[in-house]
């Protein structure tokens, strides 16, 4: 008991561990009697709490607060610290019970206060899916996010991003968005988006064959208006994007004026597409022409662009074409001694590759060789440019990129183990895609000749390859009659088409909508993933 007391009163100690000899006791408080402090009980009795009221105990609070205050400084170095591990020196301030603070949160409409046009930029800002649900807070929210201007800014914000070109997708340029209309249902366009990349992503396709050709389709470009291919049969055929008719047909003169070009055996014509449900559509006749510059053999590679259009041939000759004067020739360019097997050109040059080995650069103007690139040891099946770079692919296993300028080789990229049939550029030109007899597609960085991927993709002969700098996508055609899809960035399969050609698959090629390949079967393989979207045609430019 009398341990017990002198632990409560800490005047009674100087020499306790709370207090050292030099505490300073003087001031306004002398005794825990005067500070009405409880006394402890007798035993296992409760202590004795000191007659008055709450008032006297947080007087007697504050007079301890207060004398502590003045006299902490003198404490031992360890007494600072206190009790990190209970409520010891916890302050309670009143007796009184706790009052419960308002905790509610002040609450404002600012798009229903701020003027329209700026509560417009202001949620113009959000992404799709948090932009959806500010629809649903109210409908003054709702009216500010129908406002088209919000709904263009987040089309273009979100479906102008591309995976491998050089800026961002521009409206109007044939690749998805649509050129800038102020009438434009901006909503409505992105749910068509969104709907048709949901349907790439589920390989919701449908198919439409085109017929007409004689023989093997070698190669195909198209647009959202048209496409041209070019056969072994001799002929380039142009044909309708939306009706699916042949408008036009140039060859040799011994061929189109043979009936077979237009009529089957059994008098039916010959020009038709057969549609998803099996029915067949657009039975027609086209107009045929020929020119006296014409291709004697096979059309194997071409190219157009919005004023002319290039073409390759076994008989080792290109002819180019003036397509606003109805695909008139312009001229014949002729210096290979083979078959010329790939083309590509930009507004500057024209560039070609031939089973003679050899790369020749054109003047696109003048129509003048400019230079012959000498380097690969086999048939060089493939080429493409970007600026002053070109692309080129052997049958002598080897990728190589050349400088125009200087017509130098300026790298190689080795990892083949067998021809090559085929390679790509992207856009930006960071990335080139490569494959052939191995079977293997091979992704390099251009920069650095590094292969970031090696896709098994096919059982038998990779023939043709599409890089879709927009969306990331890798089409590739196979002997073993199968088109695949692959993502760029992983390397992974996405889409599986097998057997969609009786043949070979010879040449594919992709946009934002569909899928276009051709064959050693005479037809033209249309994949459309949007034929069933309501308002697809709205994404034309």
């Known amino acids: 008991m009398h341990r017990l007391r002198e632990a409560a009163s800490f005047t009674n100690n100087r020499h306790s561990r709370l207090l050292p000899a030099q505490f300073d006791v003087s001031g306004p408080v002398d005794s825990c009697e005067e500070l009405m402090a409880p006394v402890p009980g007798s035993g296992s009795a409760p202590p004795i709490i000191p007659r008055g009221s709450g008032g006297a105990a947080r007087a007697t609070a504050a007079a301890q607060n207060e004398y502590f205050g003045r006299n902490q400084h003198l404490l031992f170095p360890e007494d600072h610290l206190g009790d990190r591990e209970s409520g ?23 798009i229903s206060q701020l003027p329209v046009e700026l509560a417009i930029q202001i949620l113009a800002h959000l992404d799709h899916r948090s932009f959806v649900h500010t629809a649903h807070v109210s409908r003054t929210w709702a009216r500010v996010t129908a406002s088209p201007h919000i709904w263009r800014e987040v089309f273009l914000r979100e479906k102008s991003k591309s995976y491998a070109m050089s800026e961002p997708v521009k409206p109007g340029a044939g690749l998805g968005l649509p050129t800038y209309n102020p009438e434009s249902d901006w909503k409505d366009l992105y749910r068509i988006k969104q709907q048709l990349e949901t349907n790439w992503k589920e390989g919701k396709a449908e198919p439409v064959y085109l017929n007409g050709h004689l023989d093997s389709i070698y190669c195909v470009q198209f647009d959202e208006s048209k496409i041209i291919t070019g056969s072994r049969d001799k002929t380039i055929r142009v044909w309708n994007m939306r009706t699916y008719s042949c408008d036009l047909v140039i060859g040799p003169p011994d061929i189109v004026s043979d009936p077979a070009i237009m009529f089957e055996p059994n008098g039916k014509p010959r020009h038709y597409a057969t549609m998803p449900d099996q029915n067949n559509h657009s039975a027609y006749n086209p107009k045929a022409v020929s020119f006296d510059i014409h291709h004697s053999q096979s059309i194997l590679c071409l190219q157009y662009d919005e004023n002319i259009l290039v073409t390759g041939s076994s008989d080792s000759s290109c ?19 083979a078959a010329v097997l790939d083309l590509a050109f930009d507004e500057k040059y024209i560039v070609t590759c031939s089973k003679d080995v050899s790369i020749c650069v054109w003047d696109r103007e003048t129509g003048v060789m400019l230079k012959q690139l000498r380097g690969h040891t086999g048939p060089v099946n493939a080429v493409q440019m970007r600026g002053n770079t070109i692309v080129s692919c052997s049958g002598d296993f080897r990728v190589k990129l050349w400088n125009i300028d200087t017509g130098k080789n300026i790298r190689e990229f080795s990892g083949h183990t067998k021809g090559l049939a085929c390679s790509q550029f992207s856009d930006d030109s960071r990335f080139i895609a490569s494959a052939g007899n191995d079977r293997i597609i091979r992704i390099w960085n251009a920069n650095t000749g590094v292969c970031l991927h090696k896709i098994e993709a096919h059982d038998n002969l990779v023939r043709s390859l599409h890089v879709d700098s927009v969306s990331g996508r890798l089409i590739s055609g196979s002997y073993d009659q199968d088109i695949k899809v692959f993502d760029m960035e992983s390397g992974r399969v996405l889409l599986e088409f097998p057997k969609w050609h009786a043949s070979w ?12 390949s051709t064959g050693q079967d005479p037809k033209i393989l249309i994949m459309d993933f949007g034929m069933s979207i309501k308002g697809i045609e709205r994404l034309e430019s």
């Not at 010891?88 to 600012?110: K, N, Y």
């Not at 008139?328 to 290979?336: A, D, E, M, V």
């Not at 698959?505 to 276009?516: E, F, N, P, Q, T």
């Open 88 to 110: 010891i020196g916890i302050a309670l301030t009143t007796t009184e019970p706790a009052q419960c603070s308002d905790t509610s949160i002040s609450r404002v409409d600012f």
């Open 319 to 337: 002819i180019m074409y003036d397509i606003k004067n109805e695909y008139t020739p312009i001229r014949r360019l002729r210096h290979h001694t």
């Open 505 to 516: 698959v010879l040449g594919a090629k992709s946009d934002y909508r569909r899928i276009i």
